[in-house]
């Protein structure tokens, strides 16, 4: 079974761009071509690319897709290094929600500084962005 980018992407749900760049970054397998040059695809490539974009929609950086994509294709391979970027992913999840909860304090400090609508040079908002005061 071959299908070309067009119906792989459909039934992925990535889009004919995107699988083009997963495949200048070497992550999906040149696919075969067809006598009129269209790229054809087959069941692997329809795996490796929900794996990808299972990979993508859990935050993963190309990079370490890369090195799941290693591991998946040594099966006899010990998992420990994927135990730890997984742990390592996990932790930078974990700071990133930390950043995020300050950004939605600011945000709602920021907020708070005009409540009603009014001529834009009263507006407590854009004065609090000049003097830095949404940092308090």
């Not at 990535?14 to 999906?28: F, G, M, Q």
């Not at 790229?39 to 897709?65: G, P, S």
Request: proline content about 3%; charged content about 30%; overall charge negative.
């Amino acid at each position: 079974m071959t299908i070309k980018i067009g119906e792989l992407a459909k039934r992925t749900g990535a889009t004919v761009e995107t699988i083009r760049y997963y495949e200048k970054e070497h992550l999906l397998p040149e696919p075969f071509r067809s006598e009129g040059n269209y790229r054809l695809y087959n069941e692997e490539h329809i795996e490796r690319l929900q794996f990808i974009l299972h990979c993508r929609t859990l935050d993963m950086a190309l990079d370490d897709v890369r090195i799941l994509l290693e591991y998946w294709e040594s099966p006899d391979k010990d998992c420990g290094d994927v135990n730890n970027l997984l742990d390592e992913h996990i932790h930078a999840v974990e700071i990133r929600m930390e950043e995020l909860m300050h950004l939605k304090h600011h945000l709602t400090v920021l907020r708070q500084k005009c409540a009603s609508s009014a001529p834009a040079v009263s507006c407590g908002i854009l004065n609090a962005l000049v003097d830095n005061s949404c940092h308090e």
